[in-house]
């Protein structure tokens, strides 16, 4: 066995020719822009990992203590041994945290292909060492400016020689070995302490406020004493006129070695302000979700017969989110997220007509009539994986216009992952755990530190949060056993389980900020479950971030949820209560056919755990023109109320039964005929007639210059009940008719950059790259064929007698080939046979037997022998 070490690499690509099929995989999984498309080798791999855009992203991606690790590295020496990265995090005193914690950031820095090289050379790529470095114009994160020999690389010979003799040092020769001697005094601590020990205490006051940063300051054309004597001595070097500069070797000296003042290697708690039982949990997130079902059903009866108009530019008027939300008795941030989830879920859209409008879809009608858990799990599958933020409703877009509801600019492709986020940072939590806002928007601020100061992440985080409540998927603050079950992280039987388990020790200590309880849970579970404000604190060592699920892995995972939430969703009732004051409660949820006939003959009064619906005539009339008679409303109520028909309400129904029809109205323009001539009289005798301009034609017709529905309505006010009748003189019954849209998808959520490559495609991927790169390195005998371009090039015959003897002898070659496409590439082939203008081949760099016409095959080159393989390929390149 050999004991030769392998040599280190010397840029990233020959790092990245070193790695495994699987390190390439979580590269490319991590970095899936580096993937689109496939690179043709590992060299264009590495070129790709090093463009700025790349590298920024990637940068964006880290977690806090990674970026500190890469803004050390950007100011250590280049390359950096892993003991100086270390004294750069830990300081002169050490710090055991950081020290536990580097070998996963550094892992995770060279896993991104942001560093390469062996621990002792690590280098950041050439990108991330210009983004990150100190500059005038870029100042570096850990508030360091630049060293002696880049900040005096301008300074003349004679000046960089009066700051060494000032400090102390030997005269040298020149400037360059000037800056050297001043370097080395500087970064000698001891050296440099003696030196600090003679400043004035004015001129330390200096260097204090500049140690942390920013590192510049401004003095006058004749500084003061305590900055002359800094000046002197190179403690502060010029970079501009009028501009000065704290070394950088001298402010880690005063920082006692560290980069940053306070290294963050390990994540903020997540803090559980409160602990519930999780029954408790998971029924008021039941009730909570039965009431989201319930208020998108009452906004799309809402707008069943067409809903409000679109704007010009797009989306809801304000006045109409107003009316919405006044409707569904919400705040319009609340009414905007409902109808922004509707929407998402394909339940409602514009209907493409002249006088444009939204209203329901037709996959309104399919998901109304599937069980509630399913209806829900659509909702919440929705509002997890979708772009679309109603949080930025009523804000302003870069061009300072408003952002309207159903409209444009209300995609944030961040928003899938943050809730998902969210979510596992409470999941994480014991169970009935609801963590205090602040907690959670610091773990998220750590795990992807915003680079400016709108932080978008933290704004959908704190959305996130309520948007998960009003759904259903949390109560009370805490994750329920089905939101769980819907993220993946359990399934149904486990959820359901939890609702049986003991509850929690803390849960005796009364909690002010409680929800209600769910109108159908115990009374007596909630009462022992008051809520204990016990701060439990989640905090661990960092740990990959779990992903969100695969389209078709949250499908299973929203329909387990589904089966979860299912037994603990109340049953609807076929009953009401009717009592002497014209009202009628419903103690729960009703039945779609017994709401839906009560919605008609009755006016909802009041919403909440039970519903109170009021007859009125009006009320009652509405019924009567839809088609009921009198009968058929007693044998209603009686039929559905678990307490007897109170005689007012059956006097009421008589009532307006007994008058309703009793006038007729037809078109004339339009007419109103009654066989009581006296009625007729009274209604011409009524003022408020006069805008209607009726005049007798007979003792029982009246005829108004007014269409039939005016008139309608106008008799209406005056108190009558008038009945519209066809051209044959029967009763016209009145329904709604229901608008429907075309049939229209759900809006696409906007991805966040290319899609996670998956599994089949790494590997395709990974193929695609090992066998270019095999073409593109491996030695070639220098011969005539393999000059004056990428591809071999030889004639016909001398391919054919080439591959021929390659048949006989079964050596490899090289071959240059071009597609059907017209697209050239190389390949390395062991040719097996050579018939009929085709050559069939194991082709190493696809790694099966493939035929190609052997016109298509620019040239042929044989490989090189093993002694001439033992130094490797020459000319490598690739991104340091």
Not at 425 to 453: C, H, I, K, Q
């Amino acid at each position: 066995m050999s004991d030769v070490k392998p040599a280190a690499p010397r840029s990233l690509a020959e790092a990245l020719r070193a790695r495994d099929d699987a390190s390439l995989a979580a590269l490319l999984r991590s970095r899936p822009d580096l993937v689109t498309p496939v690179p043709t080798d590992l060299t264009q791999l590495a070129t790709r990992a090093g463009t700025r855009a790349s590298v920024l992203r990637a940068l964006e991606r880290l977690d806090r203590f990674a970026q500190q690790t890469a803004q050390a590295l950007a100011v250590a020496p280049d390359p950096a041994t892993y003991g100086e990265l270390l004294a750069l995090l830990a300081g002169d005193e050490g710090d055991p945290a950081v020290t536990d914690a580097l070998p996963g950031a550094v892992a995770t820095l060279r896993g991104q292909a942001l560093v390469w090289g062996g621990d002792d050379r690590l280098r950041l790529v050439r990108t991330a060492q210009e983004l990150l470095a100190p500059s005038p114009q870029h100042p570096s994160p850990t508030g360091l400016g630049p060293t002696v020999r880049e900040a005096t690389a301008g300074m003349s010979p004679g000046r960089i020689q009066e700051i060494v003799a000032a400090a102390g040092l030997p005269a040298t020769h020149d400037a360059v070995s000037a800056a050297v001697a001043l370097t080395g005094l500087f970064g000698d601590r001891g050296r440099l302490a003696a030196l600090l020990a003679k400043a004035p205490a004015e001129s330390l006051d200096v260097l204090t406020r500049l140690v942390w940063g920013p590192p510049y300051g401004q003095v006058t054309a004749d500084p003061a004493p305590r900055l002359r004597w800094l000046l002197d001595r190179g403690l502060l070097l010029p970079t501009a006129p009028g501009t000065v500069v704290l070394p950088r070797e001298v402010a880690l000296h005063l920082r006692g070695g560290r980069a940053h003042r306070t290294p963050e290697p390990l994540p903020p708690a997540v803090v559980a302000a409160s602990v519930h039982r999780a029954r408790v949990v998971d029924s008021t997130a039941a009730g909570q979700a039965f009431t989201a079902l319930a208020t998108i059903e009452e906004l799309l009866k809402d707008w069943d017969e067409g809903g409000p108009a679109v704007l010009r530019a797009g989306g809801l008027s304000v006045r109409d989110l107003k009316r919405t939300a006044v409707a569904l008795d919400v705040s319009e941030p609340v009414a905007a997220f409902w109808v922004e989830l509707a929407h998402a879920a394909g339940l409602i859209a514009s209907d493409g007509e002249t006088d444009e409008r939204f209203a329901a879809t037709p996959l309104y009608d399919e998901w109304r009539d599937r069980p509630p858990a399913e209806r829900w799990a659509q909702l919440a599958e929705t509002w997890l994986t979708a772009t679309r933020t109603p949080g930025l409703v009523g804000g302003r877009d870069g061009k300072d216009r408003t952002l309207a509801a159903l409209g444009p600019g209300l995609d944030r492709s961040a928003a899938p992952e943050v809730r998902h986020r969210v979510l596992a940072l409470l999941a994480d939590l014991p169970p009935g755990g609801a963590p205090t806002p602040g907690s959670v928007l610091d773990r998220l601020r750590w795990e992807r530190p915003p680079r400016r100061e709108d932080d978008l992440r933290s704004r959908l985080a704190r959305w996130t949060l309520t948007e998960a409540e009003l759904l259903g998927i949390t109560g009370r603050g805490a994750l329920a056993g089905h939101g769980r079950v819907l993220l993946g992280l359990a399934d149904a039987d486990l959820a359901s389980a939890a609702d049986d388990a003991p509850p929690h020790t803390g849960d005796n200590l009364p909690h002010p900020g409680d929800a209600p309880p769910h109108p159908g849970g115990d009374a007596s579970d909630d009462a022992s479950d008051a809520g204990a404000k016990l701060p439990v604190h989640h905090r661990s060592r960092p740990h990959p971030v779990p992903e969100p699920l695969s389209a078709a892995e949250q499908a299973v995972a929203s329909a387990a949820a589904a089966r979860a939430l299912a037994p603990q969703l109340p049953e609807p009732l076929d009953h009401v209560l009717l009592q002497a004051d014209l009202t009628a409660v419903a103690p729960g949820p009703l039945q779609r056919p017994l709401a839906e006939v009560l919605g008609v003959v009755a006016d909802v009064e009041s919403k909440g755990g039970a519903t109170v619906y009021r007859f009125t005539p009006g009320s009652v009339r509405r019924g009567l023109d839809a088609g009921q008679t009198a009968s058929d409303l007693h044998a209603f109520l009686a039929t559905h109320s678990r307490t007897p028909v109170p005689q007012p309400l059956a006097y009421l129904i008589d009532d307006v039964a007994r008058r309703h029809g009793h006038l007729r109205i037809g078109a004339a323009s339009a007419y109103v005929r009654c066989d009581d001539d006296a009625v007729l009289g009274e209604i011409l005798a009524d003022k408020r007639s006069a805008g209607l301009r009726l005049r007798r034609l007979a003792p029982t017709v009246l005829a108004a210059q007014t269409d039939p529905g005016s008139l309608l309505e106008g008799l209406r006010a005056m108190g009558f009940a008038p009945a519209a009748e066809s051209a044959e003189g029967d009763v016209l019954i009145t329904r709604a008719l229901a608008h429907r849209t075309p049939p229209r998808a759900a809006p696409e959520p906007v991805p966040d950059g290319p899609p996670p490559p998956d599994a089949t495609l790494l590997r395709a991927a990974i193929r695609a790259i090992r066998a270019g790169d095999l073409a593109a390195t491996t030695p070639r005998k220098d011969t005539p064929a393999t000059t004056g371009g990428d591809l071999p090039r030889t004639g016909p015959a001398e391919t054919l007698a080439t591959m021929q003897a390659a048949v006989l002898t079964g050596q490899t070659l090289w071959i240059g080939y071009v597609n059907a496409e017209g697209a050239a590439s190389q390949r390395v082939i062991a040719p097996v046979r050579v018939e009929g203008g085709y050559v069939t081949a194991y082709d190493h760099t696809a790694d099966e037997v493939r035929t190609y016409p052997l016109h298509r095959i620019t040239g042929v080159a044989e490989l090189a022998a093993e002694d001439e393989r033992a130094g490797g390929p020459d000319g490598e390149t690739g991104s340091g």
